[in-house]
């Protein structure tokens, strides 16, 4: 199983970026995604999740501003960011909870993360 991030890269303050992932491999179903942070010196922190059923999750700083959605038959996780602010300059991750198998517990997994840095 792979998630494949892309869409990161340089985006001055108050403009806009999508973020996008795609899993890929062998498994039997996608359940919740979502796209997590970490800045510079601090810990890993949630940005937004949605369920297999769209239902969302965002951290109170991004609320308003970023919008979460996803493609079931796609298997793909998209992050429209947009209002960007200087701290939100972070590496992102993508983040999938999956079955591997119809009869196998539900596993966590993780892109490779993604580069976003917001200039002032």
């Known amino acids: 199983v792979q998630l494949q991030a892309s869409g990161g890269g340089l985006v001055q303050a108050g403009g806009s970026l999508s973020l996008s992932c795609a899993a890929s491999?062998?498994?039997?179903?996608?359940?919740?995604m979502g796209w997590y942070r970490q800045a510079p010196g601090k810990q890993r922190e949630l940005v937004a999740s949605i369920t297999r059923g769209s239902n969302t999750n965002y951290a109170d700083s991004v609320k308003g501003r970023f919008t979460i959605s996803r493609d079931n038959a796609k298997n793909t996780v998209i992050l429209q960011m947009n209002g960007v602010k200087p701290e939100g300059t972070a590496v992102y991750y993508c983040?999938?909870?999956?079955?591997?198998?119809?009869?196998?517990?539900?596993?966590?997994?993780w892109g490779q993360g993604t580069l976003v840095t917001v200039s002032s």
């Open positions: 491999g062998s498994f039997f179903r996608v359940y919740t």
């Open positions: 983040n999938a909870d999956l079955r591997p198998y119809y009869y196998s517990s539900i596993t966590d997994h």
